[in-house]
């Protein structure tokens, strides 16, 4: 008796529904009444599994005054619990190997977008590190100065044949004036441009939300000066700082 009901438990049935199953093994049918009788269990807990055998196809229910159960042969029984455990591993295995797929892919989304802080020295890294930034970009949020240096760095990325994508929402916070010969030509590309009156300590640029460079010039009269300091990261907080700041001086900010 224990390996029978072990083994109806192991296929998927609960204690007590084994325990039904192999008190309808014993009679050709049998009421609730003898049921409960039979396994000492008050019948209203019996109902619920007796329904649940039928689901499965395990029982027939026959009515009268009062119902009768009659269960399949035990050989059969074996027969449909396998056949319904057999497919539930096929099930699981094919929701397992995509859970797998998706979780591997996830980490590896993860693995390629690790966090990190870059310091990027010298302007001809700063240059470079742009160019790559900038290209990569669907919207980018900066804050510049448009002086010499700045003039001086878009003449070395333009002869290095950097192109300019008109794709890309361009959103700019500058101290310069409207008639800088950068600011119009800025504009003159779509670009939004905002003129603030405070002095630019730094600039900052936000590349699709998700990476940001904060960058120091220690001589701007110098367009040669190759001395820069550029912090670049993707980290979420690093990213929402710098675009907070720059959200603060946009709103600020006065249009052309």
């Known amino acids: 008796m ?12 609960t204690t007590l529904q084994a325990r039904i199953i192999y008190a309808l093994q014993k009679v050709d049918k049998s009421t609730v009444k003898s049921i409960s009788k039979d396994l000492d269990i008050h019948r209203q807990q019996i109902y619920p599994s007796l329904t649940a055998l039928g689901k499965m196809g395990l029982i027939e229910k026959h009515l009268g005054r009062p119902n009768r159960y009659s269960s399949l042969e035990l ?15 096929a099930d699981m295995k ?15 989304e993860l693995k390629n977008d690790e ?16 160019n ?3 290209q ?21 990325l333009e002869t290095h044949k950097t192109k300019y994508r008109k794709d890309v929402k361009w959103r700019i916070v500058t101290d310069a004036l409207p008639k800088n010969s950068m600011v119009v030509k800025a504009i003159a590309k779509g670009q939004k441009i905002r003129f603030s009156k405070l ?14 460079h904060l960058a120091i010039f220690s001589d701007r009269n110098n367009v040669y000066k190759t001395d820069v300091d550029c912090l670049t990261s993707n ?22």
């Not at 224990?2 to 049935?13: F, P």
């Not at 050989?75 to 591993?89: A, N």
């Not at 990569?136 to 070395?156: G, N, P, R, W, Y």
């Not at 979420?236 to 249009?255: E, G, H, N, R």
Request: glycine residues 2%; proline residues 3%; charged residues 25%.
């Open 2 to 13: 224990e390996d029978i009901l072990q083994s109806l438990t192991e296929l998927g049935l």
């Open 75 to 89: 050989e059969d029984i074996f027969t449909v619990l396998l056949e319904q455990k057999s497919k539930w591993i």
């Open 94 to 108: 094919q929701k397992t190997s995509e859970f797998t797929k998706e979780f591997n892919k996830k980490m590896q």
């Open 115 to 130: 966090y990190s802080f870059t310091l990027v020295t010298g302007k001809a890294q700063f240059k470079h590190a742009l």
């Open 132 to 134: 790559e930034w900038s």
């Open 136 to 156: 990569q970009a669907q919207t980018i949020d900066m804050v510049i100065k448009f002086d010499a240096l700045s003039k001086h760095l878009e003449t070395e």
């Open 199 to 212: 002095t630019i300590p730094v600039e900052i640029a936000v590349y699709n939300k998700c990476r940001a």
């Open 235 to 256: 980290h979420p907080c690093f990213v929402a700082m710098l675009q907070s700041y720059f959200d603060t001086l946009w709103k600020t900010a006065t249009p052309p």
